[in-house]
Nanobody, 119 residues
């Protein structure tokens, strides 16, 4: 079982900051975690990823503004978002890639948290 719960979204002014969190509860083998976002009528895009060994990668829209992190137990992932713009408005989804047993592996998604940035 993999259960993901996102929180921290809300309505903010441009230039403000938000911190999203994703609480993961699972006994599966987790390879990496990631944040995605999807605006209405647009393709879902990768925001940031963090691997089991702590390697971080960012999508073009997040680089230099967002910071992804996780706790030592890999149970909680956060996304610190700074200098938000209206273009950041989207539903943000937590995703974890996990496997119960090789070779079966799958991506598990949270329900999403809404981020709205007004100008």
């Amino acid at each position: 079982q993999v259960q993901l719960v996102e929180s921290g979204g809300g309505l903010v002014q441009a230039g403000s900051s938000l911190t999203l969190s994703c609480a993961a509860s699972t006994t599966f083998w987790v390879t990496d975690m990631a944040w995605y976002r999807q605006a209405p009528g647009k393709q879902r895009e990768l925001v940031a990823t963090i691997t089991a060994d702590g390697n971080k990668n960012y999508g073009p829209s997040a680089k230099a503004r967002f910071t992804i992190s996780k706790d030592h137990g890999k149970n909680i992932m956060t996304l610190q978002m700074n200098s938000l713009t209206p273009e950041d408005t989207a539903i943000y989804y937590c995703k974890v890639r996990a496997s119960r047993e090789w070779p079966s592996i799958a991506d598990y998604w949270g329900q999403g948290t809404q981020v709205t940035v007004s100008s």
